[in-house]
């Protein structure tokens, strides 16, 4: 079974900052990934995927993510940090023969300074 | 237009009750979910319907019932509500259940608290 973990619960940044989200999965195969933001009080937005193709993947709100295959990572990133962008993070993992569909991390939460 | 909307939002009700969350799409897809989420935030699934069939059950207590009863919908009723069940519900669907169709689209989720 896929799983998914995510090592930061909080990470804080300054507004402007660079940002890293770490995700590593756990999957025999080429797995699916997500990466989704869930701001307060919302639901999940999808933010990028990836299925194949390009390992660095582009994703709304200037986000991006390396899927890196030898470090079982995918890693989320976003040059400069807006306010706005404060949220609760979340990596997923699907699998094509998987009855599990998505598998979630814990999510990592974001907390933007001024 | 809302593509999976579920109703209500909060819902607040005493230990014992049985209640019901709503969920609907709009987006045409064969696959829909609930997923429980956690006050540590942890999401799990719960049930995955596709095409009103029943694929998963993620060892839900039985007093969980879905309810399909078209693709576009599916509901939840919940019997003998227990303090344990206070969490945020959230309804999804996907255009298909595995694969590159496992892209979830997600409702505003449903914040059950049990008194």
């Known amino acids: 079974a896929q799983s998914v973990t995510q090592p930061d619960i909080h990470i804080t940044v300054s507004e402007g900052a660079s940002l890293e989200l770490r995700c590593n999965y756990s999957?025999?195969?080429?797995?699916?990934l997500f990466w989704y933001v869930q701001s307060p009080g919302q639901g999940l937005q999808l933010l990028l995927k990836y299925f194949s193709g390009d390992t660095l993947v582009q994703g709304i709100k200037g986000f991006e993510a390396e899927f890196k295959r030898s470090q079982s990572s995918f890693n989320l990133r976003k040059p400069s940090v807006h306010w706005s962008d404060a949220a609760e993070y979340f990596c997923?993992?699907?699998?094509?023969?998987?009855?599990?569909?998505?598998?979630f991390g814990s999510g990592t939460q974001l907390t933007v300074l001024p | 237009d809302t593509a999976v909307s579920q109703t209500p939002k909060y819902l607040v009700t005493q230990m014992g009750n049985d209640k019901s969350i709503k969920c609907e799409q709009n987006l045409g897809h064969d696959t829909m979910y609930w997923y429980k989420q956690d006050s540590k935030k942890f999401l799990k699934i719960m049930f995955s319907y596709n095409n009103k069939e029943l694929i998963i059950n993620e060892t839900v207590p039985n007093r969980f019932s879905p309810k399909s009863p078209d693709k576009a919908h599916l509901n939840l009723h919940i019997n003998s509500l227990e303090l344990g069940d206070s969490a945020v519900y959230f309804c999804?669907?996907?255009?298909?259940?595995?694969?590159?169709?496992?892209?979830?689209?997600f409702g505003q989720g449903t914040r059950l608290t049990v008194v």
């Open positions: 997923a993992v699907g699998a094509y023969s998987s009855a599990r569909q998505l598998t």
């Open positions: 999957y025999g195969a080429t797995p699916y």
């Open positions: 999804a669907s996907s255009q298909d259940w595995r694969g590159a169709g496992t892209e979830a689209f």
